[in-house]
C-alpha cells in the first residue's frame, strides 16, 4: 500500500534551535499535511499544502510541497518547549481514495529548556 | 462547537469482553474515520465513512465493526477484545470538499 517516510523518527534539541523534518513517497501526491500531537491528545493540523512548490508559514512553522509532488518539509524556527510533541505528515495520494489519508509514522521532538 | 467527541477516555476490558467505542461531531461534516495508534506505527485506518449510510474498510479492519448512525456519529465496537487491540483510538472527521481531518481527544483502551 501507499507509504510515507517520514525522517528523522526522533530529535532531541535544545531551546532556540532550528529543526527541520520531511516526509518521501514514491508516488504522487496531491495534498500535503502537516500534524501535530501533543502528548495525550489528538493531532492537530499546523499547514496544508496544495500545490507542487508551495512554501507556507504559520507562526514559526514554515512547509513547502516539494517540485516532484513527492516529498514535503517542515521547518521550526526558534523551538520552544511547548514545541515538543509527535509531527506527522499526511496527504491523499493521487489515484487513491479521495475520503482516505496516508500518514507518515511521526518525528518525536524532544524540545530541551 | 464542541468538534469532534470521544467516549470514553479510558477504558481496561478482559480479553473476550466487547463494547462500543463512540464518536460524534458537530460541524456537519460528511466523511468520519476511526484510527488506531501504537508506539513507531503512526496513524493506522481501521473503517471509514465516505457519507451517512455508507462504511469502508481500512488498513486494519480485523476484529472490529462500525455503524454510522446517522450524520454526526460513527461507531466502532470490539465484538470479543483481544490483548493485540490494545491502543490509542482516534476518531476524525472531514468537511467537503477538504482533505483536512480534525482528530477527536482519543480513547485509550487496555485490554488485559
Known amino acids: 500500500g501507499q507509504q510515507l517516510n517520514q525522517s528523522p523518527q526522533s530529535m532531541f534539541i535544545q531551546e532556540g534551535e532550528d529543526v527541520s523534518m520531511n516526509c518521501t513517497s514514491s508516488s504522487i501526491f496531491n495534498t500535503w499535511l502537516w500534524y501535530k500531537q501533543d502528548p495525550g491528545e489528538g493531532p492537530v493540523l499546523l499547514i496544508a499544502?496544495?500545490?507542487?512548490?508551495e512554501l507556507t508559514s504559520n507562526g514559526r512553522l514554515t512547509a513547502q510541497f516539494g517540485i516532484t509532488r513527492k516529498d514535503s518539509f517542515l521547518n521550526i524556527s526558534a523551538s520552544i518547549p511547548s514545541d515538543v510533541g509527535i509531527y506527522f505528515c499526511?496527504?491523499?495520494?493521487?489515484?487513491?481514495?479521495?475520503?482516505?489519508?496516508?500518514f507518515g509514522k511521526g518525528t518525536l521532538l524532544t524540545v530541551n529548556p | 462547537n464542541a468538534g469532534v467527541t470521544q467516549t470514553p477516555k479510558f477504558q481496561v476490558l478482559k480479553t473476550g469482553q466487547s463494547m462500543t467505542l463512540q464518536c460524534a461531531q458537530d460541524?456537519?461534516?460528511?466523511?468520519m474515520y476511526w484510527y488506531r495508534q501504537d508506539p513507531g506505527m503512526g496513524l493506522r485506518l481501521i473503517y471509514y465513512?465516505?457519507?451517512?449510510?455508507?462504511?469502508d474498510k481500512g488498513e486494519v479492519p480485523n476484529g472490529y465493526n462500525v455503524s454510522r448512525l446517522n450524520k454526526r456519529e460513527f461507531s466502532l465496537r470490539l465484538e470479543s477484545a483481544a490483548p493485540s487491540q490494545t491502543s490509542v483510538y482516534f476518531c476524525?472527521?472531514?468537511?467537503?470538499?477538504?482533505?483536512?481531518?480534525?482528530f477527536g481527544p482519543g480513547t485509550r483502551l487496555t485490554v488485559l
Open positions: 460541524m456537519n461534516h460528511n466523511s
Open positions: 499544502l496544495y500545490k507542487a512548490g
Open positions: 465513512s465516505a457519507s451517512e449510510g455508507t462504511t
Open positions: 499526511a496527504g491523499p495520494h493521487s489515484g487513491g481514495s479521495n475520503y482516505k489519508l496516508t
Open positions: 476524525a472527521s472531514v468537511p467537503p470538499p477538504s482533505d483536512e481531518q480534525f
